[in-house]
């Protein structure tokens, strides 16, 4: 146990103790900001810096996904979706969301699905993956964000 007969380390371990949990009470409050919420500035900024560096690659850079999306390729897998408003993304809810960029298509889908998406799990944080999914709910029209805040 640390020795706690010296003030600076007393003042050092309350110090950090209240950055820990103030970082967690921002974080985790239930009233606070939302995992993936896409009014939180920060989350979308981060997030959209992201996203140019894992996504769109395959996604587009105006999230526009690749041509013929909905046509298989000759070997099953799917061209990669749009994430803009003419995709269906936001036919989704968060959780199927999340699981699907941490996790991967295929490890979510059904017996037999091929994906395409890889799991980003090994590479991103939680809290990273929720960054991209505010900064891609952030593009959408408000109507559309809110038929998507109810999947």
């Known amino acids: ?28 409050r239930p009233d606070g900001p939302a995992p993936g919420d896409p009014a939180n500035a920060v989350a979308v900024a981060v997030g959209a810096r992201l996203y140019g560096a894992h996504c769109a690659s395959c996604h587009g850079d105006s999230l526009q996904g690749e041509a013929n ?20 993304t936001w036919h ?16 979510i889908g059904p017996a037999g699905f091929k994906s395409g998406m890889p ?23 408000e109507d559309i964000r809110a038929a998507q805040s109810t999947r």
């Open 119 to 141: 799991g980003f799990g090994d590479r991103l944080s939680d809290a990273e993956i929720w960054d991209v999914l505010a900064f891609i709910k952030s593009t959408w029209p």
């Open 92 to 107: 989704h809810g968060d959780d199927l969301l999340f699981r699907y960029t941490k996790l991967g298509g295929a490890a």
């Open 1 to 28: 146990m640390a020795d706690m007969s010296k003030p600076g380390k007393l003042v050092f371990i309350v110090v950090a103790a209240a950055l820990v949990l103030g970082v967690n009470v921002l974080v985790f």
């Open 69 to 88: 999306w909905k046509v298989a390729r000759a070997d099953g897998v799917l061209p990669a979706p749009p994430h803009d408003a003419s995709g269906h």
